[in-house]
């Protein structure tokens, strides 16, 4: 038997770390459609674009960029941690690589985005995925961290705000392009996260509107996703431990794998306090939310931020539940 083929790799102009065994998220598999049932071919909505995805090695961002390549999308994964990131590009076949990156440090966000220009000759899309969802003790404002508030801005703003620089850079000159972020219900209402969680989300879906006003001269749309909560490793660790003291951009998503069991635990939780029964939100309906924004059926929106929450901030403030 062969051996199986390296994932395909950008020109390593920056030092770039190796990869490790392959580690999958919690996110379930997509299933089978009805183009599968019926022996139709699905159209590719992403046919021809590329893409780069922050934070992608696991959670959300998995789902996203499997969603994104299973449309025929080219998609760079960019993350922190290579242990997930090499291999889920390597599991994908060539239309996914992998960069390493720091999304607070614009060095490393200018090379990501000049090294997927340099291989794949243009950039269509980039979602800002990656974030730290930050300590959740101590939960008053007046004992609030100094140090943890700039570590989560780092990352969820600071990030997404050199992730749109350097995506409007290479899009501008094009006249055209997608930029996405993925927010919160944080961001939408009080209540919901840490202090310097909710502070990010409500300055990232800010931070998109305002792009959109400025990239739309130049055809250039800006957008926003903000799910409740996703089950992920991140929110698992959250809702099991209540503190994530870790102080890496992949702290809350690496501590701990979650089990089964205390993912179903999280998702009976959610489920109880949306308004929208007989459904679970999943990683893959966010990505869903992003494969809309990315392709040309969204032609039209721009400065949007998408919730996707089963109905929660329609209803109610959830301080207390």
Same mark, same amino acid.
Request: charged share 25%.
């Given at each position: 038997?062969s051996p199986? +083929? ?5 020109p ?12 999958v ?13 019926f ?8 046919e ?9 090695g ?19 994964? @960019?993350?922190?941690d ?7 590009? @390597? ?6 690589s ?6 607070g ?6 090379c990501l ?8 000759g243009?950039?269509?899309?980039l979602?800002?995925?990656?974030a730290v969802?930050?300590r959740?003790?101590?939960?008053s404002i007046l ?6 508030l700039?570590?989560?801005?780092r ?7 050199l992730?749109?620089?350097?995506a409007a850079?290479?899009?501008v ?8 972020s ?6 939408v209402?009080?209540g919901?996260? +840490?202090?310097?969680y909710?502070?990010?989300?409500h300055?990232l879906?800010?931070? =998109?509107?305002? @792009?959109?006003?400025e990239?739309g ?10 799910p409740?909560?996703v089950?992920?490793t991140m ?13 890496s951009?992949? @702290? ?22 949306a ?14 939310a ?5 392709g040309?059926e969204?032609r ?9 929450d089963?109905?929660? =901030?329609t ?7």
């Amino acid at each position: 038997m062969s051996p199986s +083929p390296s994932p395909p790799l950008l020109p390593r102009t920056c030092p770039r770390t190796t990869a490790s065994r392959l580690r999958v998220g919690n996110g379930a598999p997509f299933q089978k459609d009805t183009y599968a049932l019926f022996g139709l071919r699905e159209r590719k909505r992403l046919e021809g674009k590329v893409a780069i995805v922050t934070g992608g090695g696991r959670g959300i961002g998995e789902a996203i960029v499997r969603l994104f390549v299973r449309h025929g999308a080219r998609v760079v994964i @960019a993350d922190i941690d290579a242990a997930v990131g090499e291999p889920l590009a @390597a599991s994908l076949g060539p239309h996914a690589s992998f960069v390493r990156c720091d999304v607070g440090d614009e060095a490393d966000i200018e090379c990501l985005v000049d090294r997927t220009v340099a291989h794949h000759g243009r950039l269509d899309v980039l979602v800002n995925n990656a974030a730290v969802l930050g300590r959740q003790a101590p939960k008053s404002i007046l004992h609030l961290d100094a140090d943890e508030l700039d570590r989560v801005l780092r990352v969820n703003v600071r990030g997404a705000a050199l992730g749109m620089k350097h995506a409007a850079r290479v899009m501008v000159p094009r006249r055209s392009g997608c930029i996405i972020s993925v927010a919160s219900v944080a961001g939408v209402l009080g209540g919901l996260g +840490p202090h310097a969680y909710t502070a990010s989300k409500h300055a990232l879906v800010g931070l =998109t509107k305002n @792009a959109a006003c400025e990239l739309g001269a130049h055809g250039i749309r800006v957008n926003c996703i903000s799910p409740f909560g996703v089950a992920t490793t991140m929110l698992v660790n959250a809702w099991r431990d209540g503190d994530d003291d870790d102080d890496s951009e992949a @702290a809350a998503e690496v501590t701990k794998e979650a089990s089964m069991e205390e993912v179903e635990s999280v998702e009976e939780m959610v489920r109880g306090m949306a308004t929208l029964k007989g459904a679970t939100l999943k990683g893959r309906d966010v990505a869903e939310a992003a494969l809309y924004l990315a392709g040309d059926e969204s032609r039209y929106v721009s400065g949007h931020n998408l919730v996707v929450d089963g109905g929660v =901030t329609t209803s109610r403030n959830l301080v207390g539940l």
